[in-house]
């Protein structure tokens, strides 16, 4: 990061050292016990302001981001904690739309470790690094103090270590197979997990979602006496027409139409994630039939909305775009925004993915839009072999369509070269693109790649 003091980095570096000898956020032993045990020692920060709460499979992020600056451009003091984070630690907690300093994300570290340390004491299986984080991230805002949270599940949701908050907005996104180890291999199951985020009397703003999940997530709202927003009847996208640098949109919202609203953002998923958040902070409000929000502010606060490693550009001539989908419905979404908003002469893929992964899946989603592939890997532990994503990728794309190459800036250049190729020797091709894609790692080391900084 430019300008931070170097002591201050190596310091966070230390202290994310501490962290990461805990159990990292693959491995699991579902219990609130002991964040609640944590929360309780820090006298409950996560209940001194609201909270809003956003579940699902795919679109958290993005859809955390926006609801953070609509709350913040309503006029409110917003804390936003999300993960993983895409190139540093200090993305996870958010002040004011801003990732907290390197100093402070280690004082809030140093602030919570020994309540952490009485914690350990008392349990047989030590708070992992997520539940750490998380009390941090509870602590940090109590003390900023924020007048709004918006909190991103980790995994799952019902023994998520977020979910001892009690959100006064409840949002699920699109329910989509991921993480089976984890939440089971069907889409009920899943939507179950995601669904035990809706508290007694909260407000869920649901997601359109496939028939299996949006059973029983309907459920579990009228088991808690929760009041419900459906996208598709309370809200929804009316219109989206692509324009330069994003898309122009008209929205049903709870309290009314909303109509020219500019998100700098690609994608049909972007336009529903934006809906989505829109409804969630109009019922944060009170917003509903007889009163909507302010239709300027709401516009100003769209146009400033920024996703990093969301269909992010971060080159020109070729076009280089970034995008942290990593799994098959992540990837469709990719597709079909690549497909319908972009006209690139020649479309080249750069993807490495995590071996616990369906890396088959997003590769045969990918296939229909991109003419060669380049397998590579990232610095994560997990991640996939790319000759053993090759050999995936060969049933796929057929041998002739792709390239290996082991580091990612390699893989980049690779991928500019056959962006640029033409069947005439000597010529180049102008309009060729280039996507970087396949884990949220990849997207991470991509933007680093390319300067740019964290957000």
């Known amino acids: 990061m430019s300008g931070t003091d170097p002591a201050a980095m190596q310091e966070l570096q230390v202290v994310e050292a501490e962290l990461n000898e805990r159990w990292p956020e693959t491995k699991i032993e579902p219990s609130l016990d002991r964040i609640r045990a944590l929360t309780e020692l820090l006298a409950d920060p996560q209940h001194s302001y609201p909270v809003v709460h956003i579940s699902g499979t795919n679109g958290k992020s993005s859809t955390s981001r926006i609801a953070d600056a609509l709350l913040s451009g309503l006029g409110l003091r917003t804390g936003r904690y999300t993960s993983p984070h895409l190139q540093l630690a200090t993305e996870r907690i958010s002040i004011d739309g801003a990732p907290i ?33 998380t009390g941090m991230a509870f602590a940090a805002f109590a003390d900023a103090p924020v007048e709004a949270a918006v909190i991103e599940v980790g995994l799952g949701g019902s023994w998520d270590a977020t979910n001892v908050a009690d959100a006064k907005i ?78 122009l949109l008209r929205l049903q919202g709870l309290g009314g139409v909303y109509d020219e609203i500019f998100l700098p953002l690609h994608g049909e998923h972007q336009a529903r994630n934006a809906v989505l958040a829109l409804a969630a902070v109009e019922a944060f409000f009170g917003a509903g039939a007889d009163r909507q929000l302010d239709v300027e502010r709401v516009r100003d606060a769209f146009a400033n909305v920024v996703t990093p490693g969301r269909l992010e550009r971060v080159r020109a001539a070729p076009t280089v775009l970034v995008d942290a989908a990593h799994n098959p419905h992540g990837a469709r979404a990719l597709a079909d925004a690549l497909s319908s908003e972009f006209s690139f002469r020649k479309l080249v893929a750069v993807v490495g993915v995590l071996g616990d992964k369906d890396a088959r899946g997003i590769l045969a989603e990918l296939e229909p839009v991109v003419e060669e592939i380049v397998l590579t890997t990232n610095s994560s532990p997990r991640a996939m072999d790319p000759d053993v994503l090759a050999g995936v990728a060969k049933d796929i794309f057929g041998p002739d369509r792709i390239v290996v190459e082991p580091r990612l800036d390699n893989a980049v250049e690779t991928a500019i070269q056959l962006a640029e190729e033409t069947d005439e020797p000597g010529e180049s091709v102008s309009g060729g693109g280039i996507v970087i894609t396949g884990s949220v790692v990849t997207a991470g080391e991509a933007r680093a790649l390319f300067g740019k900084e964290p957000a």
């Open 101 to 133: 300093s390197p100093e402070g994300y280690v004082e809030a570290y140093r602030d919570v470790a020994p309540y952490v340390s009485i914690v350990d004491s008392r349990s047989d299986v030590r708070m992992s690094k997520f539940e750490v984080l």
């Open 170 to 247: 409840a949002v699920v996104c699109p329910v989509a197979l991921d993480h089976a180890d984890y939440l089971g291999t069907d889409l009920a199951s899943i939507a179950g997990e995601k669904a035990g985020i809706i508290k007694p009397g909260s407000i869920a703003v649901v997601a359109a979602q496939p028939a299996e999940a949006q059973k029983v997530i309907m459920e579990r709202a009228a088991e808690v006496d929760a009041t419900v927003a459906r996208e598709g009847q309370e809200f929804g996208v009316l219109s989206r027409t692509v324009a330069v640098g994003g898309q």
